[in-house]
């Protein structure tokens, strides 16, 4: 079964500029977990999507937002983008989002703001 | 607020040797799940152990085990007969039940395997 998938691998935008990153679930999961990860900050969870409906979301600015399609795949988009938000952008995707399901994660996307 | 703290930055140990890396958490629910993954320098994060918090007996994969203290709500994580693969950045990571998509991870510990 092929695992999750991040498109890009690498971006480099500039300040000011909208970014969209994409993540593929693996085959039959139905949650998708979006998390940032930056030297200073750590992990952090942005958001999770389950049956293209947001169910949780983190302590993040409206600048970030996300959505999921009716195939589980699940789009993040960052809006006018500050030198702050360079970070790995790691994806996880899990069964059903329960509290027992393992999430499995992307290779991630990492993001560079000029 | 839920946190996950490790207070070990980094660490070494000999290639075959055993080492423990620890893990607290803070938390006022009863129903949880606690991880172990792993980030080896590729960065892809692989999923090394899990326990659920109701569960007593401590989780063991191959060379991989925990020591899960719930009253000290302690969860730290023991590598026997360390092998130079094991060498990534280790982080444990919290789940509740009322919030099961979100994963609260801990600063993490860089953990070196040396020859």
């Known amino acids: 079964k092929a695992g999750v998938t991040q498109t890009p691998r690498y971006l480099i935008k500039t300040r000011g500029q909208q970014v969209t990153l994409s993540c593929s679930p693996i085959?039959?999961?139905?949650?998708v977990s979006w998390y940032q990860q930056t030297p200073g900050q750590g992990l952090q969870f942005l958001f999770e999507?389950?049956?293209?409906?947001?169910?949780n979301k983190g302590n993040f600015p409206g600048r970030f937002s996300g959505r999921q399609f009716s195939n589980s795949r699940s789009e993040m988009n960052v809006s006018t983008l500050e030198l702050g938000d360079s970070a790995l952008y790691l994806c996880?995707?899990?069964?059903?989002?329960?509290?027992?399901?393992?999430?499995?994660f992307g290779p991630g996307t990492r993001l560079t703001v000029l | 607020a839920q946190t996950v703290t490790q207070s070990q930055p980094e660490m070494s140990v000999q290639e075959a040797e055993t080492v423990t890396l620890s893990c607290t958490y803070d938390?006022?629910?009863?129903?949880?799940?606690l991880f172990w993954y792993k980030q080896p320098p590729s960065r892809q994060m692989i999923l090394v152990i899990r326990?659920?918090?109701?569960?007593?007996q401590n989780a063991t994969e191959n060379r991989f085990s925990v020591n899960f203290q719930k009253a000290a709500k302690s969860f730290s994580l023991k590598i026997s007969d360390s092998q130079l693969g094991d060498t990534a950045m280790y982080f444990c990571?919290?789940?509740?039940?009322?919030?099961?998509?979100?994963?609260?991870f801990g600063q993490g510990t860089t953990l070196q395997v040396k020859p």
């Open positions: 938390t006022s629910e009863n129903n949880y799940y």
């Open positions: 326990q659920e918090a109701y569960k007593q």
């Open positions: 999507y389950f049956s293209e409906t947001q169910r």
């Open positions: 085959s039959g999961h139905r949650s």
């Open positions: 996880a995707s899990s069964l059903a989002g329960l509290i027992g399901d393992t999430q499995y």
């Open positions: 990571a919290f789940v509740r039940v009322s919030n099961t998509g979100k994963l609260i």
